[in-house]
């Protein structure tokens, strides 16, 4: 095997399409075990982390010194995409947490957290129907309201899953800044933060 990956390394390093999607195939299970190795990744966000991993992965081939070396050098992009993300969801947490404490107590027979998923669903669904219809929009639509997975998209839009993971970072890219945005904003902040 070590003699195919270096084959299809040299070969994504030049731009081949097919290498590409067979190093993916090759080690997409090996990173999502790699980010399920962290205490507080489950299932769903190892599968999206591994997603920005080969993301980065393919975008910065061509600085990958050695081909021999893909496997780990694509396994320190992955501990980089894992300890990012947990940085982030530690900050998100605390964000939910105060803005579920300035909102208050919960309506009678609807606990808090339950309330501020819907609250969070309904805006990524608004933000969904901003974008131009697409690819891409319909790639967020089904991963972020419908809870497909990659393969699922991938086989519904026809395209393969290096496609779906590659719209899938464009659509997060598009919308993260007029969520947070909107987030501030429900959270008193007016946008006026800097």
């Known amino acids: 095997m070590n003699e195919e990956v270096f084959?299809?390394?040299?070969?994504?390093?030049?731009?081949?399409?097919?290498?590409?999607g067979r190093l993916?195939?090759?080690?997409?299970?090996r990173v999502v075990r790699f980010c399920l190795s962290f205490a507080r990744i489950d299932q769903a966000d190892a599968h999206d982390i591994t997603q920005e991993v080969f993301i980065r992965a393919f975008?910065?081939?061509?600085?990958?010194?050695?081909?021999?070396?893909?496997?780990?050098?694509?396994l320190v992009i992955a501990r980089k995409r894992c300890l990012s993300f947990l940085s982030r969801t530690k900050r998100r947490r605390?964000?939910?947490?105060?803005?579920?404490d300035e909102a208050g107590a919960s309506h009678?027979?609807?606990?808090?957290?339950?309330r501020m998923k819907r609250i969070?669903?309904?805006m990524v669904a608004e933000e969904?129907?901003?974008?131009?219809?697409?690819?891409?929009?319909?790639?967020?639509?089904?991963?972020?309201?419908?809870?497909?997975?990659?393969?699922?998209?991938?086989?519904?839009?026809?395209?393969?899953?290096?496609s779906v993971t590659t719209w899938l970072s464009r659509f997060r890219g598009k919308i993260r800044k007029r969520l947070l945005a909107r987030v501030l904003i429900l959270r008193g902040h007016g946008g006026a933060r800097q």
């Open 7 to 20: 084959f299809l390394a040299e070969k994504a390093r030049d731009g081949d399409e097919e290498a590409v």
């Open 94 to 100: 605390e964000q939910m947490r105060q803005l579920r």
């Open 120 to 122: 969070e669903k309904k």
């Open 108 to 114: 009678a027979g609807d606990d808090g957290e339950s």
């Open 24 to 29: 993916f195939e090759l080690f997409r299970m």
């Open 128 to 162: 969904i129907e901003r974008l131009p219809d697409s690819a891409l929009k319909e790639a967020g639509r089904r991963f972020y309201l419908a809870g497909e997975d990659t393969a699922q998209i991938a086989a519904a839009l026809d395209a393969p899953v290096s």
């Open 59 to 74: 975008r910065g081939i061509g600085r990958l010194r050695e081909a021999k070396s893909f496997e780990s050098w694509l």
